[in-house]
């Protein structure tokens, strides 16, 4: 697949996997894009298939979920 289809894919995985809106999805994609997330999927079309998505979707969905978790206090 192309890297478009590719980023489409994920994106759409999230939704329906982690069952997030199509605007917060598209947000995590385009935010792990700026981070150079996928850089090497750009660069080697062997990492765009269903498999790698479905392991791209779950990273990118725990990552954003563990950074947007509450920090909790010590109990004294």
Do not use: G
């Not at 478009?4 to 939704?15: A, G, H, K, Q």
């Not at 996997?17 to 997330?37: C, G, R, T």
């Not at 392991?55 to 010590?74: C, F």
């Amino acid at each position: 697949m192309t890297y478009e289809e590719y980023l489409d894919e994920v994106t759409t995985l999230i939704v329906e996997k982690y069952n997030l809106s199509d605007a917060a999805a598209i947000k995590l994609v385009v935010a792990a894009q700026d981070a150079e997330f996928f850089v090497k999927h750009d660069d080697d079309k062997a990492l765009r298939n269903l498999d790698q998505a479905h392991k791209d979707a779950k990273t990118l969905y725990t990552s954003a979920s563990a950074a947007a978790a509450p920090v909790r206090k010590p109990r004294r």
